[in-house]
């Protein structure tokens, strides 16, 4: 089992950018793929993009051209960059490692992750 921790959210107006970390410990990283999700007060957990571990990434169509993911497998990092934020992208985000190693593609129900991180806030003031 992986331990996961999220930081990087905050606070910002609109059309700013935020960068989100997410260390993964506990497992083999590099093989893993990692996935982002967020969960905005009242609605379902929703999957923003993933990437595996040979770096192919899928992002959601809410989030494409905006946000970007990438990952550091020497440091056990993967990064979500967000640019041109949205108020309805104000959510908590989570980071997740794929319950299976060396998959291809990235999965975007979240039930194929099994590591979560506690969140961290994203707020985008309007």
């Known amino acids: 089992q992986a331990q996961v921790v999220e930081s990087g959210g905050g606070l910002v107006q609109a059309g700013g950018s935020l960068r989100l970390s997410c260390v993964a410990s506990g497992r083999t990283f590099s093989t893993y793929a990692m996935g982002w999700f967020r969960q905005a007060p009242g609605k379902e957990r929703e999957f923003v993009g993933g990437?595996?571990?040979?770096?192919?990434?899928y992002y959601a169509d809410s989030v494409k051209g905006r946000f970007t993911i990438t990952r550091d497998n020497a440091k056990n990092t993967v990064s979500l960059q967000m640019n041109s934020l949205k108020p309805e992208d104000t959510a908590a985000y989570y980071c997740?490692?794929?319950?299976?190693?060396?998959?291809?593609?990235?999965?975007?129900?979240?039930?194929?992750?099994?590591?979560w991180g506690q969140g961290t806030q994203v707020t985008v003031s309007s």
């Open positions: 990437i595996t571990w040979n770096r192919n990434t």
């Open positions: 997740a490692a794929d319950r299976m190693s060396l998959r291809s593609a990235v999965v975007t129900q979240d039930h194929a992750y099994g590591d």
